[in-house]
């Protein structure tokens, strides 16, 4: 009888045990992230960089623009030989692909800066989760907007705010 009672014990406190190992909370990185004054500087910054970037394709864009519009002034006056309206469009075809070409280098520039730029953000906000995780003796916490249902649990928000100073 006794042993049945001790092992009654050990299986409601390691039951218990289990349990608290097992707690699982969520966060609203939505909430979170974009409150951090380092994320509001990333983004400004990725603004003013996107800003330039755009202004080197535009001159590129004019520049090509203005050779069009040469070419069709000279056409329109008949002062083009064969060979030379030939040329003039050889021309306009490659600056039109090396357009395409900047654009695309552009984007991929964009990227490269913002994944630059996210890093510590992402770095601060990784390290306050797992603080919150430790501190609270949390098992899992999952990112509220990646959960399909859920009902109840803990919502660990609030403590990784205050880790961030949010």
Known sequence: MKF?????????FGFHSLQAQMTLAH????????????YQEAMNTLQSYAQILQK????????????YMEYAEKKKKGLL?????????????????????????????LEDKEVEL???????????ILEVCKENKYA???DKKMVLYAEGGINATPKVKAKLNL
């Open 4 to 12: 049945i009672i001790i092992l009654i014990g050990f299986t409601f």
């Open 140 to 142: 899992y916490i999952i």
């Open 81 to 109: 030989a064969p060979k030379e309206e030939q040329d003039y469009q050889t021309k306009l075809q490659q600056m039109e692909e090396k357009l395409k070409i900047s654009a695309q280098e552009m984007e991929k520039k």
């Open 118 to 128: 996210m890093k510590p953000i992402e770095d601060a906000y990784n390290k306050a």
């Open 27 to 38: 966060v609203e990185s939505d909430s979170v992230i974009p409150f951090m004054p380092s």
């Open 56 to 67: 080197q394709l535009e001159g590129k864009e004019a520049e090509a623009q203005a050779y």
